[in-house]
């Protein structure tokens, strides 16, 4: 089992920053992918970006290219989300997910990959 907790969470004006973080314990050594998605109100869920634990590498959705940036500490166990240049669209609560099958792309931006999920931290963007 692999446990995940959210935070850094919270209210922000329109073209602000957070830092999210979510801290992975328990059998983190079967974690070979992690993501965040996130889920306004009345929508479904949506994919924001991942990260191969392992290697580094990234993929994000494009509403939030070039202004999220989704990067891990392996020695913490924490992946962390910083967002730039909010916009009151980002308005959503995020969560993080851990997954123990290896995939990339767009392959790995589909929720049924992964296995475990954080409670989420909600983003409140104000114009």
């Known amino acids: 089992q692999v446990q995940l907790v959210e935070s850094g969470g919270g209210s922000v004006q329109a073209g602000g920053s957070l830092r999210l973080s979510c801290a992975a314990s328990?059998?983190?050594?079967?974690?070979?992918?992690m993501g965040w998605f996130r889920q306004a109100p009345g929508k479904e869920r949506e994919f924001v970006a991942h990260?191969?634990?392992?290697?580094?590498?990234?993929y994000y959705a494009d509403s939030v290219k070039g202004r999220f940036t989704i990067s891990r500490d392996m020695a913490k166990n924490t992946l962390y989300l910083q967002m730039n240049s909010l916009k009151p669209e980002d308005t959503a609560a995020y969560s993080c997910?851990?997954?123990?099958?290896?995939?990339?792309?767009?392959?790995?931006?589909?929720?049924?990959?992964?296995?475990?999920w954080g409670q989420g931290t909600q983003v409140t963007v104000s114009s």
């Open positions: 997910a851990a997954a123990r099958t290896w995939s990339l792309g767009t392959a790995a931006a589909s929720p049924s990959l992964y296995r475990y």
């Open positions: 328990g059998r983190t050594g079967s974690i070979y992918v």
């Open positions: 990260i191969s634990w392992s290697s580094g590498s990234t």
